[in-house]
């Protein structure tokens, strides 16, 4: 029996479009007539948003993701770009999905207003085997600080869709739109949340409340653009895990949580990352915290349990890589990596101690080396990276290919940075079906030195 579906838009939130031109100026019209009314706001404020491709719960708890998150946090710099991307599987939930997210800043216009764009394209998705499956979603949020207001807009774009094998009917998708999946429940499409001095808008927002999968939650395609007031001493950081950059196979990291700006506590969860002959993990958990004031501090950390690195050669019950910042306005920041640890680490058969030195090089004879505990400190950001593989010899991985694993970076400013060791280089958001072999340093004829590991010899 053929289904029959009604789709139903909620009312309500402000709309704006966005338009691109050559030269890369961005036009902003207005369409609704609230787009204008949020608080009268200073300038210029701090940068504040971030895209994921995926975030899974079941009964309210967090069981995947987000995944390839990308970010861009307490900053006032125009001209910043962030990407991240790859193929997401949660076993049981999703099938193999290209996903892709950006973020960028910028200043247009005579009254160098300031605009924030993320993104989120997925090139396609099958969520439990055929309920929901769909294609070509692209998700854009946008902010503009116009000096007294902040006007905003979110828009989705979707190729096909399909509830029960039934294709939905697509045309232009006003925000919030409704499609029941009958007796299992709904999808959101082009959701839209108003956010402080900003917005958040999903691609796709499929709730589940009825069934063998009832209580089942997945947000597909998440992007969020807005502004913070500056704070008084500009904390930033991410903590993530993996990112591998080699060539074709490059894998851009799976779980990542940024400092929060100007100020909480956040984390980011994942169950396990298995990457055949690779990596395997047990579960991990990435966190951010700042706390304003004089000082202000913060730290980035993230913990990663049951490692399993190229087949056995690396290996830890659990690697913790932690790094903290503390600055008055007008002051030196005071940095330390204070929380970092490993637990029976081994290398190569080799037992190596919780509290391994900083920048420990080991041979790994006939694949490369690695750099245990990587540490790198400039006057404002420390950064460590618990382990850093250099491929030398090819095998499961090209030669030339690096491993990074465990990463956590800070910096204490007062005027803002670009952000710490962007996971991925910039990329174009819209190519979600290409291959990624240029991002990061996979396409320097050193990757290593590219990333400045030779410096250790």
Do not use: W
Not at 157 to 182: C, E, K, Q, R
Not at 287 to 294: A, R
């Amino acid at each position: 029996m053929r289904r029959s579906f009604r789709v139903g838009s909620r009312v309500g939130l402000r709309r704006l479009t966005v338009g691109v031109v050559s030269g890369g100026l961005l036009v902003v019209t207005l369409v609704g007539v609230e787009a204008g009314t949020a608080q009268a706001v200073p300038s210029p404020l701090a940068y504040q948003q971030f895209a994921f491709g995926t975030l899974a719960s079941n009964g309210g708890t967090v069981t995947s993701g987000p995944t390839f998150p990308t970010s861009i946090t307490c900053t006032t710099l125009p001209g910043l770009s962030t990407s991240n991307g790859g193929v997401v599987t949660i076993p049981g939930l999703i099938n193999s999905s290209s996903v892709f997210q950006s973020a960028t800043t910028a200043e247009t216009g005579p009254n160098n207003n300031q605009v924030a764009v993320t993104r989120s394209t997925v090139s396609s998705m099958n969520l439990l085997s055929g309920l929901v499956t769909l294609s070509g979603l692209g998700v854009t949020s946008t902010a503009v600080n116009t000096g007294t207001n902040v006007l905003t807009s979110g828009a989705v774009s979707l190729g096909a869709l399909s509830v029960l094998g039934v294709p939905i009917p697509l045309g232009s998708i006003a925000p919030n739109t409704v499609v029941p999946i009958p007796m299992l429940g709904s999808i959101t499409l082009n959701e839209q949340m108003p956010v402080p001095n900003g917005i958040r808008t999903v691609g796709a927002h499929i709730r589940l409340t009825a069934g063998e999968n009832a209580g089942r939650d997945v947000r597909i395609g998440t992007t969020q653009s807005g502004f913070v007031p500056k704070p008084p001493v500009f904390l930033t950081g991410v903590a993530y895990s993996n990112l591998i950059a080699a060539g074709a196979l490059t894998v851009g990291p799976l779980i990542g949580q940024s400092v929060p700006c100007p100020s909480g506590n956040s984390q980011s969860s994942l169950s396990g990352i298995n990457l055949p002959g690779i990596l395997t993990t047990g579960s991990i958990t990435a966190s951010g915290t700042s706390v304003p004031g004089n000082p202000s501090v913060g730290s980035s950390r993230i913990t990663l349990s049951g490692v399993n690195l190229l087949g056995g050669l690396i290996g830890a019950t659990a690697i913790t890589s932690q790094v903290n910042a503390a600055k008055s306005p007008g002051q030196p920041a005071v940095l330390n990596t204070t929380g970092t640890q490993f637990t029976n680490l081994t290398v190569g058969g080799v037992a190596y101690p919780d509290n391994v030195a900083p920048n420990t090089f080991v041979p790994l004879p006939g694949v490369g080396y690695v750099v245990l505990n990587r540490q790198i400190q400039t006057a404002t950001s420390v950064e460590v990276r618990a382990l850093e593989v250099v491929i030398q010899v090819a095998g499961v991985l090209p030669a030339g290919s690096v491993i990074r694993i465990a990463g956590a970076s800070i910096s204490a400013t007062d005027q803002g940075t670009a952000p710490l060791s962007a996971p991925i280089d910039p990329h174009d958001a819209g190519a979600s079906t290409t291959g990624h072999e240029g991002q990061l340093c996979a396409d320097s004829q050193d990757p290593a030195k590219c990333l400045a590991v030779n410096g250790l010899l």
